[in-house]
């Protein structure tokens, strides 16, 4: 392994890539410390770790920056969700359809797009903030020139963080995006284990300190495993491919397969489900919203926190709201982005067929069987690895900012760029990571 690191070190590209993209990501944690002017942030600060449950991923993904409320505090999120909607209208909308499938000249026009609309929301995301911010009294500077200031200090964070994501894309390695999401939620790691340390092992004796700590080091290794099995698996669907003859050459008898892999849908099933459930308690923490009785209860069991405490069972209508929202939004991102229909016309206009399905109309419905069986193994692999760190949270009070939606992102990323670094070594007759 460190052969290979060191060999890797050798190849000029691969080096200048990884340096850049280092020297990115130095840039990117100095701009997390930067305070957005015109705020009280140690105030603010204070309010968002009180009402951590409403913000606890978008603290992770942006690094700790949201409730230090810097420079970066809205860091790629308006970028995800710009990709999301546009992903998703490309099917629904049919000239976006069409531009996506116009080469490299209509993904060119979509990022322009994307980026355009990454911007709205990042405009949009700042004036909500200011508002809430100059409701609770954290804003240092009243007035237009106040919200004008926060506001044009965030989106333009925003901005730059979009624009330093697309150039490690381009001269870096790995998916500029991805690795920033990487760098962030890496970032807290370390205070999270010691949160963990203070938590349930500092003053203990010595066979407790052992047992916690044995006990955390599992829970973390046995959700990483599971996180990987759930990135990496695929079923492989078997495709035949008749022979025929195109002038004097017989072409086609080969065999090939379809992968369709176990998540199908990412981490987008539980980021979906999981902005849907806080949407109340942003409304109530931004607006200084007083909620009592019912209400109380409502938004009680709509924060992650209170799932898994015995204290209140009533929350665990909330785990259950939670799951099902995972479950049809794995279905429904998985049927957006991909079409059986399509598949099996494709496979029959090339002469391909899969061994003991006829062509068309069966092969259609063999497909959407399959994928079926697939996306329900995923979504029950996805909602145990989400609800591991919230029942750990909920029965002993471990809060860490990193959870079963972060340790996804942060496998997943590691092993796109693990193998694209490893893409560029094979082309320059090196071992690769993955074989060492």
Known sequence: MFKTVRDAFKVKEIRNGLLFTFFILVVIRLGSLIPVPGLDTEAISVFFNSKIDSNSFLNAISGGSFSQMTLFALGVTPYITSSI????????IPFLEEMQKDGEDGRKKINKITRYVTILLAVIESIGLSVGFDRGGYMTITGPLGYLLVIVTLTAGSTFVMWLGEKVSEYGVGNGISIILLINIVSRIPSDFYNLYQMFMKGQDMVKMIIAG???VTVVVVTVVLVVLLQDSERRIPVQYAQRVQGRRVVGGSSSHIPLKVNTAGVIPIIFASSILSVP???????????SGTWEKIMRGMNQNYWFNPSYPLASIGLIVYILLVIFFAYFYTSVTFNPMEVANNMKRSGGFIPGIRPGKPTQDYLNKILNYVVFIGVVGLIIVAVIPLFFNGVFGAQVSFGGTSLIIVVGVVIETIKQIESKMIVRNYSGFLND
């Open 85 to 92: 909607i546009m992903q998703l209208l490309t099917i629904a």
């Open 281 to 291: 308690s942003i409304i109530v923490n931004l607006f200084n919203v007083n909620v």
């Open 214 to 216: 044995a006990i955390i």
